[in-house]
């Protein structure tokens, strides 16, 4: 199991672009500081290649007995402050310089004959300098040679450098960063279809989900159409199961009833004719639910003709009218099972009350409007607030009434809506009236919309 810390939250796709965004710049700017290491390294050994073939030039016009330079040089070492500069020390302490050092004094460390030190001070005007140093012997004499160049212009290059190299790593990381985020949408539009299954499951449109799926999450799809594939299956075997339990117990009673008589089991003939009606309103609720299957979408054009159908077979010797008006799209947001054992329980009820007709009105709106009413004899308001309670009953001679209401109201409630009962304007009997929110479903299912 991972914990929540190890799972992390927030965008999966922000996530990536912190984590590739901080490598490549790290990578990108690594590789421009050790290009321009590189590139410094190496144009200093350049410049000081060449500062040694001009010592070596210096060397060959330096006049040795009076320490004068008798021969041309370059012309940048007699400009002042040209940048390019000598500086010969001799052992008995005589000094000569170019004419471009001007009054500028650079530090001179006497070198051994052979020897040669590279180094770098600052020269006038803010210029950086990098010295030559090499000792030598020639006719007896003793002296230390140091040739200089200004380093300001590479040092501005390899600044500007820098700067194209920083530009650049950060356009290429946004570049990189763009161009990994339209793959990782192009790869999540494959993921959006599960959403949208999802979605479409909760409508009930669907019963399973899609598997042709990137081989990432499929195996978490597989994982979730077993979960509801079980899930199906457990509500199936539990309503199967209470049918059967119904049935099996339906017998013993019937004996129980005809084998009973005395006064002393008028009390256990009463509990059982009590179970029988319970049993009884089972097998009805069974028969009128038919084949709903769980998580599907109630679709009232073909269901509520179906269950009309259902509640004139079992009230046939009655040949009820049973009268509809549908006014909502082909697919409702509400689960199939759910509606059918509510409006199951609303014609059940309507139709042993009625003389002969039932009318049941289904209006899709801002919520979901039905109304069951029928022509029997009605009940007074006050009557009706018995009804709020959990199997209270207007006529205990006929079963059943009280409790099959009650069990619509919890259905209600579930789903945030709302119930009365009262006398039918348009009948004369028994109206129940519901309203069912739907309109944030309908939003986020966008159902009704594209019907």
């Given at each position: 199991?991972?914990?929540?810390?190890?799972?992390?939250?927030?965008?999966l796709?922000?996530?990536l672009q912190w984590?590739?965004?901080?490598?490549?710049?790290?990578?990108?700017?690594?590789l421009t500081g050790?290009?321009?290491?590189?590139?410094?390294?190496?144009?200093?050994?350049f410049?000081?290649?060449?500062?040694?073939h001009?010592a070596?030039?210096?060397?060959?016009?330096?006049?040795?007995?009076?320490?004068?330079?008798?021969?041309?040089?370059?012309?940048?070492?007699n400009?002042?402050?040209?940048?390019?500069?000598?500086?010969v020390?001799?052992?008995?302490?005589?000094?000569?310089?170019s004419?471009?050092?001007?009054?500028?004094?650079?530090?001179?460390?006497?070198?051994a004959?052979?020897?040669?030190?590279?180094?770098?001070q600052?020269?006038?005007?803010?210029?950086?300098?990098?010295?030559?140093?090499?000792?030598?012997?020639?006719q007896?004499?003793?002296?230390?040679?140091?040739?200089?160049?200004d380093?300001?212009?590479?040092?501005?290059?390899?600044?500007?450098?820098?700067?194209?190299?920083?530009?650049?790593?950060?356009?290429?990381?946004?570049?990189?960063?763009?161009?990994?985020?339209w793959?990782?949408?192009r790869?999540?539009?494959?993921?959006?279809?599960?959403r949208?299954?999802?979605?479409r499951?909760?409508?009930?449109?669907?019963?399973?989900?899609?598997?042709d799926?990137?081989e990432e999450i499929k195996?978490?799809?597989?994982?979730l159409?077993?979960?509801i594939?079980?899930w199906?299956?457990?509500?199936?075997?539990?309503?199967?199961?209470?049918?059967?339990?119904?049935?099996?117990?339906?017998?013993p009673?019937?004996?129980?009833?005809?084998?009973?008589?005395?006064?002393?089991?008028?009390?256990?003939?009463?509990?059982?004719?009590?179970?029988?009606?319970l049993?009884?309103?089972?097998?009805?609720?069974a028969?009128l639910?038919?084949?709903?299957?769980?998580?599907?979408?109630?679709?009232?054009?073909?269901d509520?003709?179906?269950?009309?159908?259902?509640?004139q077979t079992?009230?046939?010797?009655?040949?009820?009218?049973?009268?509809?008006?549908?006014?909502?799209?082909?697919r409702?947001?509400?689960?199939?099972?759910?509606m059918?054992?509510?409006?199951?329980n609303?014609?059940?009820?309507?139709?042993?009350w009625?003389?002969?007709?039932v009318?049941?009105?289904?209006?899709?709106?801002e919520?979901l409007?039905?109304?069951?009413?029928d022509?029997?004899?009605?009940v007074?308001?006050e009557?009706?607030q018995?009804l709020?309670a959990?199997?209270?009953?207007?006529?205990?001679?006929?079963?059943?009434?009280?409790?099959?209401?009650?069990?619509?109201?919890?259905?209600?409630?579930?789903h945030?809506g709302?119930?009365g009962?009262?006398?039918?304007?348009?009948?004369?009997?028994?109206?129940?009236?519901?309203?069912?929110?739907?309109s944030?479903?309908q939003?986020?299912?966008?159902?009704g919309?594209?019907?």
């Open positions: 199991m991972y914990s929540a810390a190890e799972l992390g939250g927030g965008s796709e922000r996530s984590a590739l965004g901080i490598l490549v710049v790290t990578v990108l700017l690594s050790s290009a321009l290491w590189i590139g410094r390294e190496g144009a200093e050994r410049v000081a290649s060449r500062l040694a001009d070596e030039a210096l060397i060959a016009v330096l006049d040795l007995q009076t320490g004068e330079v008798g021969g041309p040089l370059p012309p940048v070492y400009q002042p402050f040209s940048g390019h500069y000598y500086w020390r001799f052992d008995d302490g005589r000094v000569r310089r004419r471009s050092l001007w009054d500028h004094q650079l530090e001179v460390v006497a070198v004959p052979g020897e040669t030190v590279l180094d770098r600052d020269g006038p005007r803010d210029q950086r300098l990098l010295l030559w140093h090499a000792g030598f012997e020639k007896g004499e003793r002296f230390t040679v140091a040739v200089a160049e380093l300001t212009p590479l040092l501005g290059t390899l600044r500007l450098l820098l700067w194209v190299g920083i530009g650049i790593s950060l356009l290429g990381t946004l570049t990189l960063l763009l161009v990994q985020r793959l990782l949408r790869g999540f539009k494959r993921v959006a279809a599960v949208s299954d999802l979605r499951l909760d409508a009930g449109e669907i019963e399973r989900l899609r598997e799926v990137p195996p978490l799809v597989r994982e159409n077993q979960f594939d079980a199906r299956s457990h509500l199936q075997r539990s309503r199967q199961a209470l049918g059967n339990l119904a049935h099996a117990l339906k017998s009673l019937n004996l129980i009833l005809l084998h009973n008589s005395g006064a002393a089991n008028d009390l256990v003939a009463e509990q059982a004719v009590r179970m029988r009606v049993i009884d309103r089972e097998l009805r609720r028969r639910a038919g084949d709903g299957s769980p998580g599907r979408c109630f679709r009232p054009h073909e509520i003709p179906d269950l009309v159908a259902g509640v079992l009230y046939k010797e009655r040949s009820l009218e049973i009268s509809t008006e549908i006014d909502s799209p082909e409702l947001p509400f689960d199939e099972e759910d059918l054992e509510l409006l199951g609303l014609l059940d009820n309507a139709a042993k009625a003389q002969r007709r009318h049941i009105g289904l209006r899709w709106g919520a409007h039905i109304l069951v009413e022509d029997g004899p009605g007074d308001p009557a009706a018995l709020s959990r199997g209270g009953r207007l006529d205990e001679s006929i079963p059943g009434h009280g409790l099959g209401l009650s069990i619509v109201q919890e259905i209600v409630r579930m945030g709302r119930v009962f009262g006398r039918s304007e348009k009948l004369g009997g028994f109206a129940s009236e519901i309203e069912l929110p739907g944030r479903r939003q986020e299912l966008g159902v919309e594209t019907i």
